[in-house]
């Protein structure tokens, strides 16, 4: 691993922070903090910290000697000094004299000595900083060193590579007893360059920035040294049937089978995400990868992550589809057998109240194809997948030495359900459609940007399907929450199969489908063209269709449920003058809906439809509203205000309507008006 300290960027980030009155140490900290965290095999999602001793002053100008830390929270490779708080150094170093003190009583030790009483949490690791004499320390979770502690002899191995230049502290849970059991290493031996915590990572110090991150990257690249010396790493190939060869074509039935039930047809759904390369195939083609995953995560914090370690679905060389699916409904259901009983064991050693997590794997290998991060959001999933990569090449690394010996199941149940852990896991309550992949179409309109706003508002993950590409990335990146632009003209049942296939490669599956693409085409039925007429058509009811029929077939293989919802207009039922050739297919869209609702209502698919009227958008446009006006002799005022309500309905509560029907996991074949009132559109 190469060193990417430069002197001259060091200075600017001093230079820079200097203006905001931050000193130097605290500037050059954070600055060789972004180096390490900017390196995944070094720090991941939140992993790591890094401290510095230095001067700071409070907010009535005293200063004091305090250790600035790294934040709970705070993601290394884009830390600013606030994610580095200020914690007074003293109170810390006296703490070092008592013989117990509980994780409760350390975090609120720590943060009354905060210099900025609304700073972060610091690390849990703060006291184990404090309590080493050093100026500057680092601490990483690298997968080179975790090669070396994941071993039954991992102090012996430790010694062959390193010598004396690092201390070797034995697995100990993070907290206060590891703070004081490292110092006590250190001060057995304080010639020591940085410490090895067995089963977890490294700690590196020194009086300088520099000199603390260069022992990090010396003592990382000596352990890469080591793992290029080992045995070559098992490579057997897994082959996967034509029909399975693929992630798009396991990804619906392992959402499918990932999905918690909470009564009939209701269900938390999980995301996925793919990675493949050659190191990952490496690892999960080879032949024992099922008991290398049993053996558990690399390092306890990951635990949070991918909970006891991942889940193998076996390579079906001769599987077909059908018998796949029931294969991976029985591993998963094994999976969370196995995590049940690991939690039952392991809770009755003591009496701490606790609650059970979901028992959802986070992480599943897949033999001949790659590996699927899970998690309830797209981050979620992306993060599970990050760390299965970095568990991947540690475990490869450690199996290259001597043998892959994590954490025991009980120390790491201690870490999973550890009270300071769990708080980082506490946010906010999921969304109503979190864990739900949408799909929007004539997602550039009015109606359909405001609908795939509202839905990601709502945690859903959102694809937005336009014929203009450029309009739909643009919407969906407004609409936020990982929400995806894909071009495609719905008319061509190939471009919505290869839209669909995008969706499912990025997210897993699809749940809610709002088919909301159309035109307006006007003129009188006895004398409008047949070519306009099919026109319509094609747009106005056979891309609904088209839509449906291979959404419908996702939804199937999910076996989840799902939502149909479409666009009917209130032209469905109340046809207006010289507009027969966009009344007529909507008239069979709406009964489309129903249809749908008929024939799939027994898989748990819902179809249902909005009919509105007179919405400002790219099919009404001003020219339109114009038009329709003088056909009924209405004001443009007159025209967008008539209706029993007297006001002006918009695409937003358009959009409401389409949401309502994404939530109401009761209701089918229902049509909801949306047009301010008006009786002669009004359903009987």
Not at 660 to 681: F, P
Request: net charge negative; charged share 20%.
């Amino acid at each position: 691993m190469d060193t990417l300290y430069d002197p001259k960027t060091a200075q600017e980030f001093i230079t820079r922070y200097a203006e905001r009155g931050i000193n130097a140490d605290w500037a050059e900290r954070v600055y060789t903090t972004r180096l390490l965290g900017g390196e995944p095999r070094l720090v991941l999602h939140g992993g790591g910290n890094t401290s510095v001793k230095t001067t700071a002053t409070d907010l009535v100008g005293e200063t004091w000697d305090v250790l600035c830390v790294k934040g709970s929270g705070w993601d290394m490779g884009v830390i600013e000094p606030e994610g580095l708080p200020a914690v007074k150094l003293g109170p810390l170093l006296k703490a070092r004299a008592l013989d117990t003190l509980s994780d409760e009583d350390m975090v609120a030790l720590q943060r009354a000595n905060l210099i900025d009483p609304g700073a972060p949490n610091p690390s849990v690791e703060t006291l184990l900083h404090a309590f080493l004499p050093h100026k500057f320390v680092d601490h990483t979770h690298s997968t080179a060193i975790l090669a070396l502690v994941d071993q039954d002899d991992s102090r012996a191995l430790c010694e062959e590579v390193y010598g004396k230049r690092l201390g070797f502290v034995p697995y100990i849970m993070p907290g206060f007893a590891l703070a004081k059991a490292a110092a006590e290493v250190y001060d057995a031996d304080p010639t020591v360059e940085g410490l090895l915590l067995d089963k977890h990572g490294i700690f590196t110090f020194g009086d300088t920035a520099k000199q603390a991150y260069d022992r990090m990257i010396a003592f990382v690249s000596m352990a890469e040294e080591r793992i290029a010396r080992g045995k070559p790493q098992p490579f057997v190939p897994a082959r996967l049937p034509a029909e399975l060869a693929s992630p798009r074509a396991i990804a619906p039935m392992l959402r499918g089978a990932l999905a918690i039930a909470h009564g009939a047809r209701r269900f938390d759904r999980m995301v996925l995400s793919f990675r493949t390369s050659d190191a990952i195939r490496a690892l999960t083609d080879a032949e024992n990868v099922e008991e290398l995953a049993r053996r558990g995560v690399s390092t306890p914090d990951l635990s949070i992550r991918i909970k006891t370690g991942p889940m193998v679905l076996p390579a079906p060389e001769r599987a077909g589809l059908a018998d796949y699916r029931a294969v991976i409904e029985e591993r998963v259901s094994q999976y969370c057998a196995a995590y049940e009983q690991y939690f039952a064991t392991n809770d009755a050693r003591d009496d701490v109240a606790r609650t059970m997590l979901d028992p959802m794997p986070r992480l599943v290998l897949v033999p001949g194809l790659g590996m699927f991060g899970v998690g309830r959001t797209q981050k979620e999933a992306g993060v599970a997948a990050d760390v299965g990569e970095m568990w991947v090449e540690a475990v490869r690394g450690a199996e290259a030495v001597a043998r892959f010996s994590p954490v025991t199941k009980p120390d790491l149940f201690d870490l999973e359900y550890w009270s300071l852990e769990q708080a980082k896991l506490k946010g906010n309550a999921p969304k109503p459609l979190t864990g739900q992949v949408a799909l929007v179409t004539g997602g550039a309109g009015a109606i359909g940007a405001a609908t795939a706003a509202l839905l990601a508002a709502n945690g859903a993950h959102v694809a937005v399907l336009d014929l203009d590409g450029a309009a739909a990335q643009a919407v969906a990146k407004r609409a936020g929450n990982g929400a995806i632009g894909l071009e495609c003209d719905v008319t061509d049942p190939a471009a919505i199969a290869e839209a669909i296939d995008a969706v499912i490669d990025r997210f897993g599956g699809l749940d809610i489908v709002v088919s909301n693409a159309g035109a307006a085409f006007e003129g009188a039925i006895g004398t409008v063209d047949d070519a306009l007429l099919r026109r319509s058509f094609e747009l106005n009811f056979f891309a609904h269709q088209n839509l449906a029929k291979a959404a419908v077939a996702v939804m199937a293989e999910q076996k989840t449920g799902g939502a149909l919802l479409f666009n009917a207009s209130k032209q469905a039922v109340n046809p207006g003058a010289n507009f027969g050739a966009y009344g007529l297919p909507k008239a069979a869209t709406l009964f489309l809906s129903r249809q749908y609702a008929l024939e799939y209502g027994a898989l748990g698919i819902r179809a249902n439809a909005v009919n509105a009227d007179r919405i400002r958008s790219g099919l009404l446009t001003p020219e339109m509203i114009e038009s329709r006006s003088k056909a009924r002799g209405l004001s443009v005022e007159q025209y967008l205000g008539g209706n029993l309500l007297g006001v002006e309905v918009t695409a937003e509560d358009v959009a409401r309507a389409f949401l309502h029907h994404a939530l109401a996991d009761r209701t089918t074949a229902d049509v909801t008006t949306v047009d301010g009132g008006n009786i002669a559109a009004a359903l009987r």
